[in-house]
């Protein structure tokens, strides 16, 4: 299991490379709520962290495959480049267009599946077997959930005291390594938020072990995983304290309230977080809250928001 | 005049009150193109800047009054808060109502007027003469230039090396501060950018004297003046380079292009800057870019973009 060392060894590896985005604050929010803006990573996504942990780890040049519902897919192709390995992406065909766009603009190959009949994973594990190239998953590797977590430390670093911090949930590689250094940095409670219709994580937390659901649709592209990981299960099980849910709606109104009073670009997904905080989910005098990712095209915004 | 000094003393006044805004870059803008995003400040825009090192200068508790297309009146509302200071702001009819109720929000009272009928510079002293308060100006003040210039100042701190500085012009307060302490620091070229319907610094710099035009009909909001301010004019004639305009649906591209690549709400009238290098109006290897504001409503931001 990770500990507070990989993710300040992940810092090291990311220092001068991935950015280190603001901590923002909002009068109307709250006082001393603080949000950690990574929409304005590099790739629009904190993926980009761990992507770029993982392949520095590998031997220089090493090709690399992944699958993604679109920011690992963005992460992996720049991080790819950075390092000077080729990329190979596995994107569902129902990606937003702007993702798949940009995955291409970093210079990857992008395969196309269907989310709803193929099994992702065995599919990238046959291709990279075939192909002969590292498979850099979106969230179950240690690697990956070191370099998120990353984040949550430059969070707490520029924030001052937080007590709770709020992280959205969808594989849990994000959430695992949050939890990981903020447990260590003395945060009381780190909150997990999914959309209401993929409840994987608060399923599973009601069982006691992973519960798997359909692949839920949501607007929330990029929490639409069906069951935790293995992996960020071990670890989130046992530093996660809660684990919330929001509606498609709650998702909508955050992303509108991003807009019009933190000025910043923030994706369905990205925005869980300050919906559970809008909407009294959260009870805590000092929230530190992640923001995920601003990988949403202006249409599709208007197009949300009408 | 204003000198280099009062910005760096502006500077000192604004430390720990105004934000110090991050410097962003986008591999799409250019590789050696950095954007300073006052849409992030406090109030949603530079002017925040000016507004408190003006209101600070005064003795404590002063009664102050602004006339406004919109942010200098939430700036004013704001810094006069921070400051223990009512405020007053007059208001055009047509403002965005964004603006309003963020202006109102702030605890100010707001007081219309016809922007295309009724002189706002006229109604503003009398207003300030009959209630014995100060008039806080927009722009044609030498508190107001040097506190807007630490935009400039910060940027150049945090950016490396800056041949060309590109500034939003509508009174001139930020040109005139920035381009003050740019050329101190070795910047090249400070180049303003107007909306082409409201090129009144360009006749003004093409005749060597100051140009006054009718009320400019564009939707950069904030740069509708009409004419540059007598004090900005001194500042700006002497230490500015060039003046060049861009088009309306040039500025809805640059606002599409800081949603979809910076992550990032811009203004209309904030976003002429990055409308001028996204045209090729700017050339220059090294490029600084100041984004002055991001108060536009979401509403708003779908209906210019559709």
């Given at each position: ?59 220089r ?12 897919a ?40 269907d ?36 984040a ?11 007590d ?24 009381r ?10 409840d ?9 072990e ?11 592209d ?11 299960w ?35 997904s ?11 989910l ?10 995920s ?14």
């Amino acid at each position: 299991m990770i500990g507070p060392d990989d993710v300040r060894a992940a810092a090291r590896v990311l220092e001068g490379i991935a950015h280190r985005t603001p901590v923002v604050r909002s009068r109307t929010l709250g006082e001393n709520i603080v949000v950690k803006p990574e929409n304005l990573q590099r790739a629009g996504a904190f993926k980009f962290r761990g992507a770029y942990n993982k392949i520095a780890s590998l031997p220089r040049g090493t090709a690399v495959l992944a699958f993604s519902s679109g920011n690992h897919a963005q992460a992996v192709a720049l991080a790819a480049r950075l390092l000077g390995s080729r990329a190979a992406i596995l994107m569902p065909t129902d990606a937003p267009r702007s993702k798949v766009e940009a995955t291409l603009g970093y210079g990857a190959e992008v395969i196309t599946y269907d989310r709803y009949t193929e099994d992702r994973d065995a599919l990238g594990e046959a291709l990279a077997a075939e192909r002969g190239c590292e498979l850099v998953r979106p969230y179950d590797d240690p690697l990956i959930m070191a370099g998120a977590g990353t984040a949550a430390l430059e969070l707490l670093e520029d924030a001052g005291t937080v007590d709770t911090l709020v992280v959205p949930v969808g594989g849990g590689g994000l959430i695992a390594g949050s939890a990981t250094i903020a447990k260590e940095l003395g945060v009381r409670r780190v909150v997990g938020v999914e959309p209401a219709a993929g409840d994987d994580w608060q399923q599973s937390f009601a069982a006691g072990e992973i519960v798997a659901i359909e692949v839920p649709h949501t607007i929330a592209d990029g929490l639409q995983t069906h069951a935790p990981g293995v992996l960020t299960w071990e670890v989130g099980s046992q530093r996660v304290d809660e684990i919330v849910t929001v509606s498609d709606e709650q998702i909508v109104d955050a992303m509108r309230f991003a807009f019009e009073r933190l000025k910043l670009v923030v994706e369905p997904s990205g925005a869980v977080g300050i919906a559970a905080v809008l909407n009294g989910l959260v009870d805590s005098p000092r929230t530190g809250i992640i923001v995920s990712g601003g990988n949403v095209g202006a249409d599709r915004f208007a197009e949300l928001l009408a």
